[in-house]
């Protein structure tokens, strides 16, 4: 059964880090892009970055994370992570790593990022 789990989030100061992780199963995680979103509290969800195949393993970020996040893949341990850093306020969201295959979006249930003094 194809499932992504993430973890990682939690309450952060600004300016500090968190390394958000994707754990997946059920699928072969080399072949595919997998992507990180956001959805802060009345908004629409967004994506964060994204990372392609193990092939290239090409990334993509959205303007407001460039420099600041960074995408990784560890097919190994079929996990993606999300290295997060000089947090701000605005990163407060639950982040959810998404898996597109065949036309269909499948996502984990999120983990929370606080971003707060």
């Known amino acids: 059964q194809l499932q992504l789990v993430e973890s990682g989030g939690g309450l952060v100061q600004p300016g500090g880090s968190l390394r958000l992780s994707c754990a997946a199963s059920?699928?072969?995680?080399?072949?595919?892009?997998i992507g990180w979103f956001r959805q802060a509290p009345g908004k629409e969800r967004k994506a964060v970055s994204c990372?392609?195949?193990?092939?290239?393993?090409?990334?993509k970020y959205e303007d407001s994370v460039e420099g600041r996040f960074t995408i990784s893949r560890d097919n190994a341990k079929k996990t993606v992570y999300l290295q997060m850093n000089s947090l701000n306020p605005e990163d407060t969201a639950m982040y959810y790593c998404?898996?597109?295959?065949?036309?269909?979006?499948?996502w984990g249930k999120g983990t929370l990022v606080t971003v707060s003094s």
């Open positions: 998404n898996l597109r295959l065949n036309g269909v979006d499948y």
């Open positions: 059920g699928f072969s995680l080399d072949r595919y892009v």
């Open positions: 990372i392609n195949s193990s092939g290239n393993s090409d990334t």
